[in-house]
């Protein structure tokens, strides 16, 4: 089949490298450049994907109000979409005969929205998955094509879990390519009643909440990890805190407050009474490190409460 496909991040790369080997790419359609350090201009995953590939490209500053004609003049059979980043018009859906397809980091109607694989770990759920799902004008609520579940591993973060969701999301992608070609695909409405929502990870999440529980703490430490990544304060600054695990050992203080200090571990208090180890952390103006390595260089206090 002729298809056009929309995508910004990584996320999307291993279904359009799939996508072109199984089907005709007529065009990819990702966000426009962004500025980034020192003023450099930065390519998206699915511009440089489609640059070496010689696949012809369009960055359109609101695709629904100046791709209509573009995308027409291309004819594809079908549309395919994967963390593209904007808004798609019914004109820009009615182009295609097979209409747009998404490629969606949760099993659905659960976490519809921006950000479901981060929010998969935030929440602490052990299942997640992709479907692939027609897109309709609200967002995430089209009919499902279908569904692949995925474990997530213990202490997984969002980093590992979203690259193993984008190689599914691939292989999923390809099954329902298959099955609309060949005019076998079942299209599923999705319960409303079930539906659960993933906005945007929020300025004010990336802090960290001593007060709140252990396990709490790991979820979101994970979630963040490796970006925007949590944070708290020590000596006034910012320190990028990367993994936490459970402390074993009993200790008693406030919320936030330095319990034990080795040469290899870094023990804070929690807001269930329980401590949390940090294990892999950064400074300020310094390179993310291993407890250890960070200890070796840098002193905590015993007493002193993180945060403040």
């Not at 980093?159 to 292989?171: H, K, N, P, S």
Request: hydrophobic share 40%.
């Amino acid at each position: 089949m002729k298809v056009v496909f929309l995508g910004t991040p990584d996320f999307g790369v291993p279904a359009l490298s799939l996508i072109a080997q199984k089907h005709q790419v007529v065009a990819c359609v990702c966000q426009p450049d962004k500025v980034g350090a020192r003023g450099k201009t930065e390519f998206c995953p699915v511009k440089k994907f489609a640059l070496s590939r010689g696949i012809p490209l369009y960055q359109f500053e609101k695709i629904s109000r100046d791709g209509v004609e573009t995308l027409s003049s291309l004819k594809p059979d079908i549309m395919v979409t994967a963390a593209y980043g904007q808004i798609l018009s019914q004109q820009i859906i009615d182009i295609a005969p097979h209409g747009i397809i998404n490629i969606h980091g949760s099993l659905l109607p659960e976490l519809r929205g921006a950000a479901p694989i981060q929010y998969a770990v935030l929440l602490g759920l052990k299942t997640t998955g992709i479907t692939i799902l027609n897109t309709v004008r609200k967002v995430d609520a089209g009919d499902i094509i279908l569904q692949k579940q995925l474990d997530i591993l213990p202490y997984e973060t969002n980093g590992e879990l979203f690259t193993r969701m984008a190689d599914l999301g691939a292989q999923a992608v390809i099954e329902a390519l298959d099955l609309i070609e060949q005019g076998q695909a079942v299209y599923t409405p999705q319960d409303e009643d079930k539906a659960t929502f993933s906005g945007k990870i929020t300025a004010e999440q990336e802090q960290i909440d001593w007060n709140k529980p252990v396990e709490e703490l790991i979820n979101l430490v994970r979630a963040l990890n490796p970006s925007p990544s949590a944070w708290t304060l020590w000596q006034g600054k910012r320190l990028k805190i990367y993994a936490l695990r459970p402390c074993e050992q009993s200790f008693e203080g406030l919320a936030g407050q330095v319990v034990e200090v080795t040469k290899k571990r870094l023990a804070v208090m929690c807001g269930d009474g329980k401590a949390v180890n940090v294990t892999e952390l950064q400074a300020e103006n310094a390179k993310r490190m291993d407890i250890a390595s960070f200890l070796n260089g840098r002193k905590f206090t015993v007493g002193e409460i993180l945060g403040e």
